[in-house]
């Protein structure tokens, strides 16, 4: 059992383990009378002893929202994505952490709101975000080694209550789930620049999230189709999309 920050909020958003038995879990606390929130990410040992804890902002920040998703990446390093406030903007942040102190190697914006954990393949991290502005879903790739965006593309407009996943093929290639009320489209993407290869579009009547795997080593993909009329699975072909 740990206390973190103050009494007013505080809850967990993501937890992840790694090979050797460590666990990291991504929380929001209050850390001081005024109602200021922070991210944290802590490192427990196999026992749950506490290794080391993080927290993560940027200047004039205040956490928003209730999401902080983690990812794994090469030699254990963590990813993290959450959201922050800063000067009347909202910001989505992504933060690449040294897995044996907890010290940040880079920290990247991008978007308002995060919509996926950070899926890390190759040399790159890939990430959901949306935009206040615009109303838009986007992927971004970023540069392992720096946070670098390499680019991003528009997944068109979405609401809270779309749901939108990425996975990745075995050759590191991008596939968005992106499920808009009673619209289901499944797009896989070139890694390099994020052009679409084929696309899947599944309109019904559907009342659940759903949701999206890669079936290693055959590449092809189970699509969960949460239709009122029709659930079912549906398997895809990784190279074009044919069901």
């Known amino acids: 059992d740990n206390l973190w920050g103050g009494s007013l909020f505080d809850t967990f958003t993501g937890v992840i383990a790694d090979g050797p038995g460590n666990a990291y879990a991504a929380a929001v ?13 802590v490192k427990f040992g196999p026992t749950g002893s506490v290794v080391w804890t993080r927290e993560i902002n940027i200047a004039n920040q205040n956490a928003v929202g209730t999401t902080a998703l983690l990812g794994l990446g090469p030699s254990n390093s963590v990813f993290g994505t959450c959201e922050l406030h800063a000067a009347g903007v ?11 102190t907890g010290a940040i190697m880079w920290q990247s914006e991008s978007g308002d709101f995060v919509k996926s954990p950070p899926v890390i393949s190759g040399s790159r991290v890939f ?19 720096s946070g670098a965006i390499q680019w991003s593309v528009s ?12 996975v990745v093929d075995g ?3 991008p596939i968005t789930y992106v499920r808009r009320g009673a619209s289901l489209t499944v797009t896989k993407r070139n890694q390099v620049n994020g052009a679409p290869t084929w696309v899947l579009p599944i309109s019904e ?15 092809n993909l189970i699509v ?4 009122v009329s029709s659930p079912r699975f549906l398997l895809l072909r990784g190279s074009d999309g044919a069901i």
């Open 155 to 166: 997944l068109g407009a979405v609401t809270g209550a779309d749901r939108l996943k990425v």
């Open 127 to 145: 990430t959901l975000v949306s935009s206040l502005a615009t109303g838009h879903a986007s992927l971004v790739s970023r540069a392992i080694n």
């Open 171 to 173: 050759a590191g290639n």
């Open 224 to 227: 969960a189709v949460p239709s």
């Open 205 to 219: 009547n559907m009342d659940e999230p759903g949701g999206i795997g890669v079936l290693k080593p055959s590449e």
């Open 29 to 41: 606390t209050t850390v001081n009378v005024g109602g200021t929130r922070a991210w944290k990410i």
């Open 90 to 100: 909202g910001r989505a942040v992504v933060t690449r952490l040294n897995p044996a």
